[in-house]
């Protein structure tokens, strides 16, 4: 079973900067994308970020395009780097795992695998 393991969450002000991570237990070398989502308070789990772990950029949602980096490590690592953060970025984000295919799946019943969630409060 696939564990996926994130930190770096936490509160931080309007206009700050946190960098999330996500550990895979398991990951497949040449296909498969790692995505990461967020839920708000009465809301569904929205698309937030995506990479393929053969290489290639990063595909965002318009929301956070522009101050969010995704990135990943050579190991089985991926980061999700938040900047300019808005009080409306507060969620619990997930990391989620596709272990096949390299097209980028947008919805959450397209992974396979998903983290325990780290909570992201942005005050204002």
């Known amino acids: 079973q696939v564990q996926l393991v994130e930190a770096g969450g936490g509160l931080v002000q309007a206009g700050g900067s946190l960098r999330l991570s996500c550990t895979t237990s398991?990951?497949?070398?040449?296909?498969?994308?790692m995505g990461w989502f967020r839920q708000a308070p009465g809301k569904g789990r929205e698309f937030v970020a995506a990479?393929?772990?053969?290489?290639?950029?990063a595909y965002y949602s318009d929301s956070v395009k522009g101050r969010f980096s995704m990135s990943r490590d050579n190991a089985k690592t991926m980061f999700l780097q938040m900047n300019s953060l808005k009080p409306e970025d507060t969620a619990v984000y997930y990391c989620a795992q596709r272990n096949f295919g390299n097209y980028i799946p947008v919805v959450p019943s397209e992974y396979n695998y998903w983290g325990q969630g780290t909570q992201v409060t942005v005050s204002s």
């Open positions: 398991e990951r497949t070398f040449s296909t498969g994308v």
């Open positions: 990479i393929r772990w053969s290489g290639g950029v």
